[in-house]
């Protein structure tokens, strides 16, 4: 499956953002996907992740109860809603998918980014303050 995020810009704190994330073939539902982010210096961290169904999501610390992950199958696409943005949210954000569809019952296999077998390109996301 190819992976194409889009969406990011800059925004001020405060503000919000929706990511979109358009994935390629006919198998979409077949797969969970999560949403990472790199920040210059950083390493990747995991941001949110849904399975096949919608059913189930999981977020990480730093983003809940601002950031929503959804899915449209579809449309073959994965969405971030983005509220309350903070000057740490400014990173690139990655869309990601795994086989299964289900998600992990490890939360420690959900976040991690060995875990996803495709990745999009990225789409930069700046919060100025």
């Known amino acids: 499956v190819q992976l194409q995020a889009s969406g990011g810009g800059l925004v001020q704190a405060g503000g919000s953002l929706r990511l979109s994330c358009a994935a390629s073939?006919?198998?979409?539902?077949?797969?969970?996907m999560g949403w990472f982010r790199q920040a210059p210096g950083k390493e990747r961290e995991f941001v949110a992740a849904?399975?096949?169904?919608?059913?189930?999501?999981y977020y990480a610390d730093s983003v809940k109860g601002r950031f929503t992950i959804s899915r449209d199958n579809a449309k073959n696409t994965v969405y971030l809603q983005m509220n309350i943005l903070k000057p740490e949210d400014t990173a690139v954000y990655y869309c990601?998918?795994?086989?299964?569809?289900?998600?992990?019952?490890?939360?420690?296999?959900?976040?991690?980014?060995?875990?996803?077998?495709?990745w999009g390109q990225g789409t930069q996301v700046t919060v100025s303050s």
């Open positions: 849904i399975s096949w169904s919608g059913g189930s999501t």
């Open positions: 073939g006919r198998t979409f539902s077949s797969y969970a």
């Open positions: 990601a998918a795994r086989r299964g569809g289900a998600l992990p019952p490890s939360i420690r296999a959900v976040v991690a980014a060995t875990g996803y077998d495709y």
